[in-house]
T-cell receptor, first 115, second 113 residues
């Protein structure tokens, strides 16, 4: 079945540091890929997405590129801020799976940015 | 526009009790889902629906029931609560044509003692 593996946390960075959170996936077909962010006490918010190979999703300074050859969708940001502290989830949606486009999530990576 | 509304936000149950977690969306979304979030395990799909009157099981359906009598509402029922169902529950919805962008509710934190 489909699965998502993402970088174990927690990750602690200083403000303005470079961020990478690794994400790799296994899927039957050609999934769409997502990064969601969860701030403390809140639900998940869609951060960015990519629906086909070589697409780059971007939002709020975050970027991720859909790499079919390495089955990866790593999240990057050039300069993190304290306000970026949150839990980040990589997810996929596989139209060829048995669950009609539902999301399969990685385990989440806790990011803490120190001033 | 309220989005996805979940109630209650917090709940404590005794083992064996039953309850219903409510989820409502006002975006006319066809797709709705329930997930549970446990430490170190991400979110796991419990049940989902692709339209009114249509539901199906996800990865971890045991101990839960759902129904979808209207487009707006998708309640999750715990039949006989167990400590293993202590978790944070999220409801999500999506338009069929939204290219998979799900909107999540703010969650229900359930503790079973």
């Amino acid at each position: 079945g489909d699965s998502v593996t993402q970088m174990e946390g927690p990750v602690t960075l200083s403000e303005e540091a470079f961020l990478t959170i690794n994400c790799t996936y296994t899927a039957t077909g050609y999934p769409s890929l997502f990064w969601y962010v969860q701030y403390p006490g809140e639900g998940l918010q869609l951060l960015l997405k990519a629906t086909k190979a070589d697409d780059k999703g971007s939002n709020k300074g975050f970027e991720a590129t859909y790499r079919k050859e390495t089955t990866s969708f790593h999240l990057e940001k050039g300069s993190v801020q304290v306000s970026d502290s949150a839990v980040y989830f990589c997810a996929l949606s596989d139209p060829f799976s048995g669950s009609a486009r539902q999301l399969t999530f990685g385990s989440g990576t806790q990011l803490t940015v120190l001033p | 526009n309220a989005g996805v509304t979940q109630t209650p936000k917090f709940q404590v149950l005794k083992t064996g009790q039953s309850m219903t977690l409510q989820c409502a969306q006002d975006m006319n979304h066809e797709y709705m889902s329930w997930y549970r979030q446990d430490p170190g395990m991400g979110l796991r799909l419990i049940h989902y629906s692709v339209g009114a009157g249509i539901t199906d099981q996800g990865e971890v359906p045991n101990g839960y029931n759902v129904s979808r009598s209207t487009t707006e509402d998708f309640p999750l029922r715990l039949l006989s609560a167990a400590p293993s169902q202590t978790s944070v529950y999220f409801c999500a919805s999506s338009s069929r044509d939204s290219n998979y962008g799900y909107t999540f509710g703010s969650g229900t934190r359930l503790t079973v003692v």
